[in-house]
């Protein structure tokens, strides 16, 4: 299945998707509050009416984007794990300052796969410098 990705140009077009201005994309207002993940199973459940789904509340951050975020880097982290020709696709596609963009977000899990990929493609990088 990964190399299916790989021939299909999955890498570059997930560091294609990663190279917009990712705050932005993830602070989107287009979202019903009381229909996101977080509002919708925890604390007290408001009624769902025409009136609420209008107006809505000012949500910090939409979490079904930075979970989608979150899910495309983990894929990237499959597809590139101890195989260093897709880690070099990675360097090859200059995917260090986007995943740098990337780390800007704060969310914990986001920036642990963003630091994991970063790492991967360091030490494959100073191996293959090592080698020359």
Known sequence: MSQHLVFANCIPLV?????????????????????????????EQPDVSLDNL??????????????????????????????????????VFKSAPILKRTLKVRHAMMQLYVLKLLKNANQVFRTTMAKN
């Open 15 to 43: 560091l294609k998707f990663l190279n917009q201005n990712i705050l932005a994309y993830i602070k989107v207002k287009n979202v019903i509050p009381i229909l996101d993940f977080p509002m919708c199973v925890i604390g």
């Open 54 to 91: 209008e107006t809505g509340d000012n949500s910090p951050c939409s979490w079904r984007n930075v979970f989608s975020c979150i899910n495309l880097l983990r894929i990237l982290n499959k597809l590139t794990k101890w195989k260093h020709s897709r880690i070099m696709m990675l360097i």
